[in-house]
């Protein structure tokens, strides 16, 4: 049994739906497939940090344009999206760091960004619980959380009202050529196939450069105004994290219950989705050290996500050249949740063969079909591991 | 705080006390660790008069060599041979075993009815423990509701501290109950025993096929309207203990990795898990109540301490016990009527507030609970998880520490556990915990 449409999008995390709801927004007859309800894989891993970031200029060009473009969604997220545009505070630890503030927030600038920078005081008085001394902070007011579960299935709700269909309970077999099998033995036909499945796109197609980064996550119950920010640490200048493949960093989220996420860690080749206790201790340290009041709160919960990493940590947008059918829409690694906007207009604007907002090039995915074959390259060597953003 | 042991137990509830009793009369260093003050577990809690065989075993504990780590929970295992516990000051400490016995026992199942969450309206078991604990009872007006042999005990109990007992509703119809006494013709002391409750309760209501269908009050529970058949007609009261039989502590055997199979552990004759040197006593393995948990507990222990003869001997004696296991979870086969209690406004998860309405038109336990929150809060999905598997027939999956809410810091302080810190105390060493214990 077969049936056609214009798009099939495989995935229904925040990436899947987003792209789903842009394609069927402008007309496309899109379907979704997903094993699971919507936002259930790494997206309700994630922290749900809507966060500009500038590890590169085309990092920093698809998180602020996706920045912007949830601001305006803003006013039709449901209430249980818990959209709370609460702004990051880039936490600078001594002078050196805030060197980095100044630097970052001139980069920012350029983005069309507005920081503030807070000096010592400023900083206790925005965030009384930090440790002290500090330097200093970068505040970046524009950037939001949001719960991601929710949000991904308000997305999934407007595909659907624009016309989309959603299949769930449903694995792909395989995608190819235009054909999408699945585990009942039905057929999807369709001119296009987005492959928007994180970590686990490589399942449909091997030889993408995208290996598996696993995280850990805990939450307290609740504690409100605690921490009133996003608190990410910028210690990633002198960090010993940047040169081992497993790290932590200071990553800490007010939820709008009062509750608090912790992150967040780093980890390459492991993949069972078990707690690794050594790394957690580490990470659970690390946020002592900068809220030291945050030890005698009670934890809830701890988890585990797998991001998509890429070698040069920006995402796959945009059609694969192996197969006129397939589109790329993964490789997100930390930031999904915060791009998941921007893929979804470049990756339908790409479709359509329509001018995009920002440049594409960046987040093609033959990119890494040049230099012989980016897949199975093991030796991936990440220049700057930023405390950036960790949304696992 | 570290120790190590021979042979761990958990829990010190009836189960637990013979296996560790039955483990150190081997010769075996022994641990006994369980999260309240005082060994006995739920059922020989203390307060109250304790029962015979109780004040044997826990006087058999108090003569032996078991050290005792009471007021201490267990909350994660971070590695094999290894659990880590937090006790109520926040300490936090390392357990080592070569062999483990998880004795975690069961909670009162709860289903969700209207005004379920009403003050005054709680377990049958919890209210009896509350009693137990001192609140005063006598002469209020009390409704004992709900399913299983918990429900006379608890009558019977709170009746003789001077309650009013209204009524007993049992939701399980009299043609059943009749059918599982007669399988009790064999064991002559648990007829006896619920004769006895039943005479202690005299004069008040039994009734059969019968349950609250809500609870009604301002600020606490006043009345309770009840159905059997389809009669309806409320009752005055003051306090409700509705129980619907238990549900087996799985948390632990499941984040050791130890086979579940129906929602019970599974368990070979000498009682050791899926896991090699992971036992499993007493209603985890099955709700058989509190003689077939000790029998399990006395085969575990001696198992545990490398007497497979001994214990093979106990194995017999249990394989006679199970038809009483079988009998009763026959007898408290919930009414599927009892899913139609909840309407639309019920809370079934009270932690996070949520109500059935909202848990509509999801297909999974993970799939409500990433959207509703259902069984984030703090009691991490004990109370509506078993409700929302009778409800909508959702299995709860995953398990993943803590398995009780823990500080932040003792998460954090697996780090020593992991070896990160050089100057951990050495292995063997005796910290004076025993101090510490009763």
Known sequence: MSSSCDVVVIGAGIVGTACAWECARRGLQTVVVDECGAGGGATAAGMGHIVVMDDSPAQLALTSYSQRLWRELAAELPAEAEFEMCGTLWVASDEEEMGEVRRKQGVYA????RTEVLAANALAEAEPHLRRPLAGALLVPTDAVLYPPSSTAFLLRQAMRAGARFQSARKVISAEQGRVRLDDGTELRAPRIVNACGAESVELLPELPIRKRKGHLAITDRYPGFVRHQLVELGYLKSAHSVSTDSVAFNVQPRQTGQLLIGSSREYGAETPGVNHALLAKMIERAQDYLPGIGKMQAIRVWTGFRAATPDKLPLIGPW???????????????????????????????????????????????????????????????????????? | ???????????????????????????????LVDDNPAAGGQIWRSGGEVPDDAQRWIAMLEASSVARLQGWRVFDAPRSGVLHAERGDGECGELCYKNLILATGARERFLPFPGW????????????????????????RVVVAGTGPLLLAVAAHLKRHGARIVAVCEQAPLSRLVRFASRLLGEPAKLRQGAEYRIAIRGARYLTGC???????????????????SKQWDVACDFVGCGFHLVPNIELPALLGCRIDHGFVSVDDSMQT?????????????????????????IAGRAAAGRADEARKHAQRRRGKLGFLRALQEVCTLDPQLRSLPTADTRICRCEDVRLVSLDGHNTWRDAKLQTRCGMGPCQGRVCGPATEFLFGWRVESVRPPIFPALVSSLGSACEADGLQQNSAPQGASPAFEKETL
Request: net charge negative; charged share 20%.
């Open chain 2, 274 to 298: 899926s896991v090699p040197g992971v036992y499993c006593v007493g209603e985890p393995t099955g709700i058989g109540g509190v003689e077939l948990a000790v029998l399990e507990g006395e």
């Open chain 1, 110 to 113: 350029s983005a069309g960004v």
């Open chain 2, 117 to 140: 969450t009403l003050p005054n309206v709680m377990g049958a078991g919890g209210l009896d423990a509350l009693v137990r604990g001192g609140v005063p009872i006598a002469g209020k």
């Open chain 2, 211 to 229: 349950w609250i269908v809500a609870a009604h009050g301002r600020d606490r529970v006043e009345s309770v309207r009840l159905r059997q058949g």
């Open chain 2, 1 to 31: 705080m570290k120790d190590s042991f021979d042979i761990l137990v958990v829990g010190a509830g009836p189960a637990g006390i013979a296996a560790a009793v039955s483990a150190a009369a081997c010769g075996k260093r022994v641990g």
């Open chain 1, 321 to 392: 050249a192996g197969d006129d059918s397939l589109f790329l829409a993964t490789g997100h690694e930390g930031l999904g949740i915060t791009t998941s906007l921007g893929t979804a207009k470049l990756l339908v604007r790409a479709m359509l063969g329509e001018k995009t907002e920002i440049p594409a090039d960046p987040y093609l995915p033959d990119r890494f079909a040049h230099n012989g074959h980016g897949a199975g390259n093991d030796e991936v060597h990440v220049h700057s591991h930023s405390a950036e953003s960790s949304h696992v």
